[in-house]
């Protein structure tokens, strides 16, 4: 089998409400989407979203490296050669994380469709029939964030995770109206998304810690690893890592450096399954649970994660909400989802099917 055609399409959805964390605020996510042909006729879809906020890539920029720079390298290689395919792109282009994840989404759908296989079958088989998803709260005043709170445990989600921003004193307040409000009945985690100093750091934990808190998600700036571990040794929340992590490396520095009790392998800026895969394998050798993060892919790109997380053995959540925030859809069926948890789907591949006439080329 041989790669035989590359296509980048662009896919753009409005939000239903407006997000908003630390870095910004918007009510619109466009996807790039991947398309890859083989010389027997099977095809794959990848997806990505590209977040220049926070990892300098947006869909211009991923568009134009996947065109211009891997797909030239793409054909002709046999995608069942993942090493190999990795390695290319690295040397092609280092970096552009995003590009070479919609890319690889799109590998691992076609090779596990031409084998009929679903996708977890490829990546460590199915270890939970059900994923669990964290409903994600943006930035909001307090009674805001407690009203949709209410609404997302109505809804059968067992876990909410609110965004922070400098303010940290707000989003203390609201994790102590939500466990007032509903006990140990909602586990509730913070993501301040880079924007704590460590003492403020220090500060707001410190404080959260009284609340039995499921994790506080990056809360200084990602190339503070030291940091991030100083934070850690002073406080009981338990820490977790996030954008200080793009590569396997960086997850071995943050195991030696003891700074973060959870990593968030968060599968768009990390350059797709198999570079994530060797994070996993890091985390479960050093006894870190996962948290398979979502950049607010759509259902395509979420469907590959959702295979991706029921195959992971040290799995502690997912906050998987993009195809429940978006309000239009590039498949022609959803995802199953019900009462906070995504259904493993069975079908060959991502098990999702594209519907093309949404697509928009360059």
């Not at 934990?205 to 002073?234: C, F, H, T």
């Not at 997912?318 to 009462?339: H, I, S």
Request: hydrophobic letters at 40%.
């Amino acid at each position: 089998m041989r790669i035989v055609e590359v296509q980048v399409f662009r896919f753009s959805s409005p939000l239903r409400d407006v997000f908003t964390t630390a870095f910004y605020s918007s009510s619109v996510k466009e996807s790039v989407i991947v398309k890859l042909r083989s010389d027997d006729g099977v095809v794959g879809f990848g997806e990505s979203t590209p977040f220049q906020y926070a990892f300098g890539e947006n869909a211009d920029i991923s568009t134009y490296v996947i065109e211009r720079q891997l797909a030239p390298k793409l054909v002709g290689r046999d995608p069942f050669n993942l090493e190999e395919i990795s390695t290319v792109m690295e040397k092609t282009i280092p970096g552009f994380y995003y590009a070479k994840c919609a890319v690889d989404f799109a590998l691992y759908d076609l090779i596990a469709k031409s084998l009929g296989l679903p996708l977890h079958r490829l990546i460590g088989g199915k270890n939970v029939e059900k994923v669990p998803v964290a409903w994600v709260i943006g930035i909001k005043e307090v009674d805001r964030v407690v009203e949709e709170a209410e609404r997302a445990k109505s809804s059968g989600f067992r876990e909410v995770k609110l965004k922070a921003d400098r303010r940290w004193r707000r989003v203390v307040d609201a994790v102590k109206a939500i466990k007032e409000r509903f006990g140990d009945e909602l586990e509730v985690r913070v993501d301040a998304n880079q924007s704590w100093s460590v003492d403020e750091a220090k500060r707001a934990i410190s404080r959260l810690d009284r609340y039995d808190v499921q994790a506080v998600e990056q809360p200084v700036p990602a190339w503070n690893i030291e940091g991030l571990a100083e934070v850690r040794m002073s406080v009981s929340t338990p820490i977790m890592a996030d954008e200080a992590i793009r590569t396997p490396s960086d997850a071995i520095r943050i195991v030696k450096a003891e700074a973060a009790d959870i990593l968030n392998l968060k599968i768009g800026p990390q350059g797709g399954i198999y570079r994530c895969l060797k994070t996993r394998a890091i985390a479960e050798a050093a006894g870190l649970k996962c948290v398979i993060g979502s950049c607010l892919e759509g259902h395509l790109g979420t469907g590959a994660m959702v295979h991706f997380a029921s195959a992971t053995k040290n799995l502690l959540s997912t906050d998987l909400v993009g195809p429940l925030l978006r309000a239009e859809r590039v498949t022609v069926q959803p995802l199953n989802f019900a009462e906070g948890f995504y259904e493993v789907l069975e079908k060959p591949g991502v098990g999702v099917e594209v519907d093309e006439t949404r697509l928009k080329g360059r």
